[in-house]
């Protein structure tokens, strides 16, 4: 079994962040209470071992397309193109070998007064995953000494493809159950799905149980639904979702350019509802849906894309 290139980022305010080289992903976020106390605010595998076989994508850096592809396949330029079918009928989080399950290039981190940095990078060949064109990926992590993990998305490429590059950390802010916890989610409308979680091709008002946009409490809805559902941001590049533990007052902002954000009340963790994912990302199956914009990465345009996840205490 391979060992796995572990780094961490530090702040002058005791925050660590630990990552690892296997899909570039998040293992820990740490974060001092007011009594010093240090919170883990991820849920996250340990071993190696445990790492390497996780299906659960947790912390991964999922691509070349996050989330659902429909019939496993696009056209893009008059081309068809089929990929890797690894969910019945569809390509999930970029196949069953995407970028969150291959080892990335590590470079140095890079420690300065106010920040500490690190980048990931991967060259995914074309036709993989079969996705066109040879593409570069880099994905890089900064903390700052103002308490922000800022994760930037980077891709060029030699042809045309569809991209959407998100990060799948699970957070509980050191909660046992999402029930500790509160989420508010600044967006107006969300994407109505089928059965096999594949849009309807419309966005949809939020209605009673769908409407996050004031600070709501998981007690009071996990009893009603499971949560799986991408939200249409409302002012993509400003604040997108705000989480908070109720009794600790630990409070995570999270701010991207991202024009959607996935809620997935992990639902199928080995503890049902025990964390939440907050995938800023793309509209799922953009690709395939005329009425959702989707970012294609061209070798004349390269892909740019941005999250910052923001702790502090209440």
Same mark, same amino acid.
């Given at each position: ?194 059965? *096999?979680?594949? #849009?309807?091709? /419309?966005? %949809?008002?939020?209605? !009673?149980?769908?409407? =996050? ?5 998981? +007690? ?46 992990? *639902?199928?963790? #080995?503890?049902? /509802?025990? %964390?939440?994912?907050? !995938?800023?990302?793309? =509209? ?5 849906? +005329? ?24």
């Amino acid at each position: 079994m391979s060992t796995l290139n572990k780094v961490e980022l530090t702040n002058t305010n005791g925050m660590s962040v630990t990552l690892c080289d296997f899909g570039a992903r998040i293992l820990s976020i740490k974060f001092p209470l007011s009594d010093g106390t240090l919170v883990e605010t991820t849920e996250n595998l340990e071993s190696d071992e445990d790492i390497l076989n996780d299906c659960a994508y947790m912390g991964a850096t999922c691509g070349r397309v996050a989330n659902r592809i429909s019939s496993a396949g696009f056209t893009l330029n008059g081309q068809r193109y089929n990929l890797d079918e690894n969910e019945t009928n569809k390509t999930l989080h970029g196949g069953s070998v995407g970028l969150g399950k291959r080892i990335w290039h590590v470079s140095p981190v890079i420690a300065e007064d106010t920040y500490q940095e690190v980048t990931f990078h991967i060259r995914s060949a074309d036709g993989d995953q079969g996705f066109p064109g040879n593409m570069d990926v880099s994905c890089i992590y900064k903390l700052d000494d103002d308490n922000t993990l800022t994760q930037r998305f980077v891709a060029t490429t030699d042809k045309d493809c569809p991209i959407n590059l998100c990060d799948h950390t699970y957070f509980n802010l050191g909660a046992k159950h999402l029930n500790e916890l509160s989420l508010q989610v600044l967006a107006d409308e969300y994407i109505p799905v089928d059965e *096999n979680s594949i #849009p309807l091709g /419309h966005f %949809a008002p939020v209605d !009673e149980i769908m409407d =996050f946009r004031e600070e709501r409490p998981f +007690a009071n809805v996990l009893s009603i639904k499971d949560y799986d559902e991408c939200y249409r941001v409302a002012k993509p590049g400003s604040l997108v979702a705000v989480l908070k533990h109720l009794n600790t007052g630990l409070r995570l902002d999270i701010s991207s350019d991202q024009p959607g954000i996935q809620v997935y009340t992990g *639902n199928y963790l #080995p503890t049902k /509802h025990s %964390a939440v994912a907050l !995938e800023a990302e793309g =509209f799922p199956d953009a690709i395939n849906q +005329a009425a959702f914009d989707a970012d294609i990465v061209t070798p004349a345009q390269p892909y740019h894309r941005y999250v910052k996840y923001s702790f502090s205490i209440n």
